[in-house]
């Protein structure tokens, strides 16, 4: 059998880390790119007719080779604050990444000023032209989007302003978060090491991990809401300037869905929480218990001997991929051999997982700590999903590369996806069984329940943020607030802390990063279920829909690939239908 190394290769993008000579050429490189991008956009002028596309075109090039760069460094200068979060160097290059960051937004303001100035009629026939045509739908929604906006000095300053404002409070955070240490046993472990623990057996282990780390995060909690106040500020004094009074407006456009799309979305879901809440009972008397607390909500049911070392995980996804689409088992198969995986069980490391892409040299990197659980299987398999959907958008132009989190997770949950069914077919016995699929039905938990809490919270949040600064404890009681919601009143105790844990609710690259998520799944429901139709044309028809996630509307790619409209309730019940399917096996199962 291969062997697979654990540990990434970063090596062949930069030789030499944080202290790569190549980095420092190449960020070099950026720079005289972004200068020149700057003067090309600085010199262009509205044209009078739909023939005079030869400056845009010069453009958009440059423009695409420009994005290309900033993102390639981007990507690598989060896998070395990721991989070691002592490394002060990482920490410089973060900066960096934010200043060009902001340089490139500044330009890019003025080049959406300038695209408002072409005459509508001039515009449409634009667009029409074969050097156009292709990017038609992102430089539309690029025109449209900048009509909301401020004039571009103001917008330009606002840009730099976040660089030591807004982005600097998110990285205050990933500061703090790498520095804490808990201790258990005796033993001194990262937080995402720690978390990996609440996934044990033994209760009173389960127990134990969740109170250290709710020590933890109050101890650090009130210089979290310090950061998570002034990002949500900065944020909210950006959009009452702009005259939006809505806060979804940014991630509803962001993921170009639709308000009405994300209510019936909520709506359909909960009317199916009670089967979600008989589920969480019926495991808290598996477990010999009332009722479940936090902890012990994502707590293993019985035995399963299908724990996996990172060799056998690598193996079992590849195959199971195989069985579904040979491109994507061939490219996973790839990634493992050529070390685009950090998986190492190890300190130092930042908690969590996520896949990045390096669009220059077409290459991606998957980030996680794999101690051989069927969830560290599952996300592994998560992550590889998000690589393959960059991997086939590498042949499109950069601009249409630009897909939002919402389908980003389609692909990533149906890989997920893939694996979580086959672990369970390939139970060898009733009791194996019942632990697979309630480690499946896991899943729709979080992503019907834990995931509405955040959604929940974020939005209340915000909404009292406007009045002022949330303090730590009203924070505390929104959180709890928002999870009793989403859980059903189905749990006895919760976590009063997730908002400061959770990473998302710091993130300033994407707001709300929550409901995507829950989307992602069910939107991926929707393509497994093709898949297990069958038919030798799924794999090309798999490939042709994330090749659209960049240039379409989610409404407009349901509508396509899929025949649905996602606006009215019958899509979503027929996914939640399909889960509801395993609740009820499980149930009769443990009956």
């Known amino acids: ?83 070691d979060v002592d490394d002060k160097e990482a920490g410089s290059l973060v900066t960096k990444r934010s200043e060009l960051g902001a340089w490139f937004n500044n330009v890019m303001t003025k080049f959406d000023q300038k695209l408002i100035q072409v005459d509508s009629d001039v515009w449409g026939g634009m667009l029409k032209t074969p050097s156009l045509f292709e990017l038609a739908f992102v430089l539309e929604e690029r025109r449209q989007k900048v009509k909301d906006k401020l004039d571009a000095t103001q917008e330009s300053l606002m840009n730099d302003l976040a660089v030591d404002g807004y982005h600097a409070w998110g990285q205050m955070y990933d500061t703090i978060v790498g520095k804490m240490m808990i201790e258990l046993d005796g033993e001194k472990l990262s937080v995402g090491q720690a978390a990996n623990k609440l996934n044990s057996s033994d209760r009173d282990q389960r127990k134990k991990v969740f109170d250290t780390l709710q020590n ?30 809505d806060v979804l407006k940014e991630p509803l456009e962001y993921n170009r869905m639709s308000e009405k799309t994300l209510t019936t979305m909520w709506e359909t879901i909960s009317k199916f929480k009670n089967h979600y809440k008989e589920f969480l009972q019926r495991k808290a008397e598996l477990l010999g218990l009332d009722k479940l607390s936090m902890y012990d909500v994502g707590a293993p049911i019985g035995d399963s001997n299908q724990n996996m070392d ?57 980030f996680m700590t794999y101690s051989g659980s069927l969830s560290n299987v599952a996300t592994l398999a998560h992550e590889l999903g998000h690589a393959y959907h960059q991997h086939v958008m590498n042949e499109l132009p950069m601009m249409n590369q630009g897909y939002a989190m919402n389908v980003a997770e389609t692909a990533s949950t149906f890989a997920e996806m893939i694996v979580a069914d086959a672990a369970v077919k390939n139970a060898s016995n009733k009791e194996e069984k019942v632990a697979l699929l309630e480690d499946k039905i896991q899943r729709s938990v979080a992503f019907f329940m834990n995931i509405h809490s955040r959604f929940l919270f974020e939005t209340r949040f915000y909404e009292e943020r406007k ?70 044309d799924f794999e090309d028809q798999y490939i042709a829909l994330l090749q659209d996630t960049g240039r379409m509307t989610v409404e407009q790619l349901a509508q396509k690939h899929l025949d649905v409209n996602l606006e009215q309730p019958d899509f979503w019940e027929h996914a939640l239908e399909l889960c509801r399917a395993d609740v009820e096996e499980f149930l009769e199962l443990t009956s």
């Open 1 to 83: 059998m291969t062997v697979y190394k654990p540990t990434w290769d970063l090596d062949t993008i930069f030789y030499g880390g944080s202290h790569s000579e190549d980095l420092q050429g190449y960020i070099e490189d950026t720079e005289v790119l972004l200068s020149e991008l700057e003067k090309l956009v600085h010199q262009f002028l509205p044209p009078k007719n739909p023939e005079q596309t030869d400056q845009l075109t010069t453009i958009i090039d440059k423009l695409q080779e420009t994005s290309k760069h900033l993102d390639e460094f981007g990507a690598f200068v989060s896998c070395l604050s990721a991989q």
């Open 216 to 245: 933890a995060w109050t101890d650090q909690s009130d210089l979290l809401t310090e950061t998570l106040n002034h990002l949500s500020g900065f944020r909210l004094q950006t959009y009452k300037n702009r005259g939006w009074n």
């Open 467 to 536: 009045q002022g600064t949330v303090s730590t404890e009203r924070l505390n009681e929104l959180m709890v607030e928002a999870q009793k919601e989403a859980y059903a009143d189905g749990l006895e105790e919760y976590d009063p802390t997730f908002w400061a844990s959770k990473l998302h609710f710091h993130i300033t690259d994407v707001p709300f990063y929550n409901f995507p998520y829950t989307f992602g799944y069910l939107f991926s429901l929707g393509v497994y279920a093709k898949a297990i139709e069958g038919g030798s």
């Open 310 to 366: 990172y060799n056998e995980g690598a193996q079992f996804i590849i195959e199971q991929f195989e069985k579904f689409s040979p491109k994507l088992a061939e490219f996973t198969a790839m990634a493992f051999d050529k070390q685009w995986i950090e998986a190492e069980d190890r300190s130092g490391k930042r908690p969590g997982g996520f896949c990045t892409s390096f669009p220059d040299s077409e290459q991606t990197r998957i």
